[in-house]
């Protein structure tokens, strides 16, 4: 396993519609591993592939957060909503590529998502709390959309213009 770096907004790559991953591979295995690595050392909850620069349908999570229990990963490749819930839920929501930044989001208090799973088979689960926030964070970034894309636009053209700067910060201190 690999950690990846993570795209940091913006990046046009974070902005593209991802392409169907199709059949599991042992790069898409390979990919995934890396991807469940690289989630747990940033600390997140959930890390999708174009945050590391691969435009592939592909998300992974874990939203267990009780430090008792187990984790729960998961990998959802070509993931799809069946259904939403008409109740919906506000959640503070980050990013790991974007960092520092947070905002509340409406969405589905929960989904049913149908996905393919490492083993090649057809997988459905209904999610419910920061799970259905999650997944559906993740789904947006394969369709292009970050968690700002939900906020209005004043407080996401400020976070954007913060994200640049701390870019540039960056860069200088890499050079």
Not at 62 to 67: A, I, S, T, V
Not at 103 to 128: C, I, K, N, Y
Request: hydrophobic share 40%.
């Amino acid at each position: 396993m690999t950690l990846r770096p993570i795209l940091l907004h913006p990046d046009p790559r974070l902005k593209k519609v991802c392409a169907p991953v199709g059949r599991v591979t042992p790069e898409i295995e390979a990919l995934a591993a890396d991807m469940l690595a690289t989630m747990y050392d940033a600390p997140g909850v959930g890390l999708a592939a174009p945050q590391v620069g691969v435009l592939s349908r592909l998300f992974v999570m874990d939203c267990n957060k009780d430090p008792e229990a187990p984790p729960r990963p998961m990998v959802l490749i070509d993931p799809e909503i069946e259904w939403t819930s008409e109740e919906g839920n506000t959640y503070e929501e980050g990013c790991l590529s974007i960092p520092e930044h947070y905002a509340e989001v409406t969405r589905p208090a929960q989904v049913r998502m149908r996905w393919t799973g490492l083993d090649g088979a057809s997988h459905v689960q209904e999610f419910d709390g920061l799970w259905a926030t999650c997944a559906q964070h993740e789904l947006d970034h394969l369709n292009g959309r970050l968690f700002i894309d939900h906020i209005g636009p004043m407080r996401r053209q400020m976070i954007t213009r913060k994200m640049e700067k701390m870019k540039r910060e960056l860069a200088r201190d890499m050079a």
